[in-house]
């Protein structure tokens, strides 16, 4: 267990810290004035990417030429040596796991019946929720080893050695994923206990609570990550990708908790039981996985989109 940590990195001694904000009572952005007078903006979000801190000019890059001559972010695909790079992907796979699994249940006679098709469901949603939890705990390792020094040429500067695990609650950084991690073991537990129930190795006990709590937690860390994004409780800037990134997750997780409601006959929905009920939980899971795919694509040219606009190349 680390101490806590004041939020905003460490930035040199002549540096004035002029302003700051975000969704109270955390922090997403700080303002500062350099010696010869200009604005630098630090953003938690663009700092947990490890491309940094932006130029404070309404948060648009300044069109340099080293930033003009760099590739269009939304045309590039490859920084393997970068962690938010492989955070991306493997939520993007984990996300087109769930959809096949979802389309695979609307379609039984195509497995030769409903029992095959069930465990060919349960294993794409099974491994979906592995590398939700892998892709997740990895944006908790990143903000936990987000850059935390800024040199006095503006270079952001990684800290000194990497922390695997730590609780940092005065950060909404940490917050976002570390709910998103929670919501996803409970999908682990869920999707375990479906498969082996159906290969008849384990019970059934507690699966539609399980889905429903973690869709609920997947619904309050994607509004956080909303509000990080927009620096604001009730804030979409449409020209920022991360605001969309946030927005895809709030609709993904919405379509999960659809797709959970009809094992709770109590609510006035159908029961998974019956067709109407098990089609509810079949749209409702592709709906969701379909939205967390856009939204796992889009972390893609917001890596890009931070690098091009410090000048940085991957």
Known sequence: MSAERPVGPNVPRDWERATSGG????????????????????????????????????RVAPHTPEAEDSPNPWLQFWAPQRLAWWIALVFLVGSLLFIAGAAGSLVPSAFGGQHRMAIYAESCYFLGALL???SIYGQVFESLNAD????????????????????????????TPSVLLIGSLM??????????????????????WTSLI?????????????????????????????????????????????????????????TAENPAGASIVKVGFLVGGVAFLVGSYLMLPELFIQLRSRGRRK
Not at 239 to 253: E, H, K, P, Q, T
């Open 23 to 58: 969704p109270r009572p955390f922090t997403s952005w700080i303002a500062y004035r350099r010696p010869q007078d200009t604005p630098y903006l630090w953003e938690s979000r663009h700092s947990g990417k490890g491309a940094g801190p932006v130029t404070a000019a309404g």
């Open 132 to 134: 939700y939890t892998i």
């Open 148 to 175: 935390d020094r800024i040199g006095p040429d503006g270079v952001t500067h990684a800290p000194q050695r990497y922390r695997w695990f730590g609780f940092e609650p005065q950060k909404l950084s940490f917050w």
């Open 187 to 208: 999908f682990n537990y869920e999707t375990t206990f479906a498969l082996g129930a159906n290969l008849e190795l384990l019970p059934k006990a507690g699966l539609w």
């Open 214 to 270: 973690g869709s609920v937690l997947f619904l309050g860390s994607s509004l956080l990550q909303l509000a990080e994004a927009g620096h604001g409780h009730l804030r979409f800037d449409p020209r920022d990708v991360s605001c969309w990134v946030g927005l895809m997750f709030v609709l993904g997780s919405m379509g999960f908790i659809v797709g959970s409601l009809p094992g709770f006959p109590d609510t006035g929905f159908p």
